[in-house]
């Protein structure tokens, strides 16, 4: 069982930065690729970011290219987001997902086992 715990979201004027983090409960981190997700109000979930096991490989958004960064720390069982120039159309509620079975990365919410509650990002105009 992986349990996470997703933090750093807030309120930011856009242009501005945020860093969300992901604290992850497994006793084999450096197994599971990882993703991060977001869900505006009235909107499906979004794949935003995904990262492979060891953090070699990455996969992002098109609107996100160039603005967020997924890296992980297989140390401190931790994955973050480092989300700059952020716009009014990120806001969302973003969310930390962890893979155990798969290989490479993973877009697909059915790709991924565990979540966590998500934190909330608000872009102001």
Known sequence: QVQLVESGGGLVQ???????????????????????????????HEFVAAISRMGRNTDYVDSVKGRFTISRDNIKNMVYLQMNSLKPEDTAVYYCAADSRGNGLGRKQSEYDYWGQGTQVTVSS
Do not use: D, H, N, V
């Open 14 to 44: 856009a242009g501005g930065s945020l860093k969300l983090s992901c604290a992850a409960s497994a006793r084999t981190f450096s197994t599971l690729r990882m993703g991060w997700f977001r869900q505006a109000a009235g909107k499906e």
